[in-house]
């Protein structure tokens, strides 16, 4: 027998370092064994990049480290897009940070004894728009603005996490979703800067910056499309 298809399907596109773990582990516990998909490290994407939309239509909650082109073209065509934003500058700290302290990182070993403005300075045209780029495949905020609005149900900053949760948990038809914290930075790097690097910062993160403050000042924290808040 064919596997029954939830009358909505939630796909989450996570931006690293944005407390999308929690979001993902809040959903997913009150979800039958089988309706989600997580793409987490490199090999997962690489499996879910094989996958087919035939393959993914019966997952009622896909989630990951994945682009927003790579996930549409494997997601149902109704399905629901949710993000998660954090203030850049913030999370490149977050994101430094637990590759240099946590161990078991595939980058640890390169970052544990780097100082922060070193991995801005190095890392810097990877970083340039990231946020803007994953969400949208565009890499400029002016360019993504217009398809976050069009193309995503619903867009929260990190501090109305527990709100995009709840949404997300009625679409699928779920009890009420609390969402907890996990993946939490276990410590700290090596926090260097200098002016060279402190303008680097703010060069990189210019347009990240601007999607971010799209959301938090123009819609308060949680952008949702028309409809998508009942």
Known sequence: MAQLLNPVQVVFIHLPKTGGMSL??????????????????AAERAAFLRLG????????????????EEAVAR?????????????PVARLVSAFNYMASWTAHPLHAAMRDRGFADFVLDSGDALSG??????????????AIPLLEACYAAVA???RLGEL???????????????GRENV???????TLDSRSCQRLLDVTQEDRLLFEHVAQRHGGLLAAPGMRA
């Open 24 to 41: 993902h582990g809040a959903i997913a516990a009150a979800l039958p064994p089988g309706a989600t998909l997580r793409v987490g490290d």
């Open 53 to 68: 939309p035939a393959q993914v239509a019966s997952r009622a909650f896909v989630s990951g480290h994945v682009s927003f």
């Open 75 to 87: 997601s149902r065509p109704d399905a629901r897009f949710v993000a998660l934003l954090r203030d």
């Open 130 to 143: 990231e946020a803007c780029r994953q969400l949208t495949g565009r890499s400029t905020a002016a360019g």
């Open 157 to 159: 900053t990190t501090d």
């Open 165 to 179: 949760a709840a949404l997300a948990g009625r679409w699928l038809g779920l009890p009420r979703i609390v969402a």
């Open 185 to 191: 930075t276990p410590g700290q790097g090596r926090m």
